[in-house]
């Protein structure tokens, strides 16, 4: 014999004041962002929101513009973003956004373009010395 459904009643269910606010953030936030995989930034929103990390959100909704066939709308929005994350963590997410390989692949890009976005990148975090940069590029350029 299946057992009863469990009622609750509005005394049982306890709701954190805070809960709607932080719901009209996150709704605000991905109106903004306009994320491809809602799912995956969310996961992504939340983690950071609960780590107390910046979180992955545009400052302004941006419509990005592709005025070539293989322009990929890449934004400077979606690059403040980016770096708001590890400067690693960018990179790897820039060369899966620029990659002309298939997906699952090496997500290569040209080394010129990679070194360019690097140093603008780096250049933003004041942590990291012009001399650092340059030496990780020698090193990258060199292992090629």
């Not at 939340?46 to 107390?52: D, I, K, M, P, Q």
């Not at 066939?69 to 590890?86: A, E, F, I, R």
Request: with cysteine; aromatic share 8%.
């Amino acid at each position: 014999m299946p057992l009863p459904d469990t009622l609750f009643c509005a005394q049982q269910i306890h709701i954190p004041p805070e809960l709607p606010d932080i719901l009209k953030q996150f709704t605000k936030a991905a109106i903004r962002t306009q994320p491809a995989d809602v799912l995956q930034w969310a996961a992504g929103y939340f983690s950071a929101l609960s780590r107390g990390d910046p979180l992955p959100v545009k400052d302004r909704i941006e419509m990005p513009v592709a005025t070539q066939k293989t322009d990929t709308g890449l934004t400077q929005g979606m690059l403040k973003v980016l770096h708001k994350q590890s400067l690693n963590t960018a990179m790897k997410n820039l060369c899966e956004i620029l990659t002309q390989d298939p997906e699952g692949g090496p997500a290569r890009i040209p080394f010129k373009t990679f070194s360019y976005v690097y140093r603008y990148l780096s250049s933003l975090d004041s942590d990291i010395a012009t001399s650092e940069t340059e030496a990780y590029l020698a090193s990258l350029k060199d292992s090629m």
